[in-house]
């Protein structure tokens, strides 16, 4: 399994700034990945974050909107930028502790309102 | 990518009752999860089942790969129990670890 502890747990922010949510985990991996779920909605997948390389972006999310760090095997990074009130949501980051098709473990998640 | 379908959308019980909740998905999978989410939001890992039969407490699952469907049974229902559950997939082909996720039942228990 895998401890990911993500910060901030929930966050009210105004509308134009930007957030940048953290993402740890206690032991390392090769991807990273980053969801948003909309109120009432199900989880859709932003980005896949290897460490080393560009995150690659799902359709409909673009890397000036939703910029993200992998600078080592534990670690990354989401930025929501330029903030409207459509983004509040709750962002989760997943890891998937070892290749092969095996069990994907998530963070506490991130409340975020934007106002 | 893959189609996920949960039923039913939304279920309302009396605790004590049993209830039975369905994912079906569109093609081969090399993983399959079913995942309670809390009203905080964090997503609880149930099981981790691309296929057979697995149990924890109350709780139990069942996958039919070569029929596309998967099968989470709760039995005695808690109030404890409310909350949505998500199925997500993995499918051959797709990046190892990214999920595809159904819809969600919404599960509400009465006391």
Known sequence: SAVISQKPSRDICQRG????????????????????????????LIATANQGSEATYESGFVIDKFPISRPNLTFSTLTVSNMSPEDSSIYLCSVEPRTGGTEAFFGQGTRLTVV | ????????PDLILQEGANSTLRCNFSDSVNNLQWFHQNPWGQLINLFYIPSGTKQNGRLSATTVATERYSLLYISSSQTTDSGVYFCAVNNRGSTLGRLYFGRGTQLTVWP
């Open chain 1, 17 to 44: 700034t930007s957030l940048t949510i953290q993402c740890q985990v206690d032991s390392q991996v090769t991807m990273m990945f980053w969801y948003r779920q909309q109120p009432g909605q199900s989880l859709t």
């Open chain 2, 1 to 8: 990518g893959i189609q996920v379908e949960q039923s039913p």
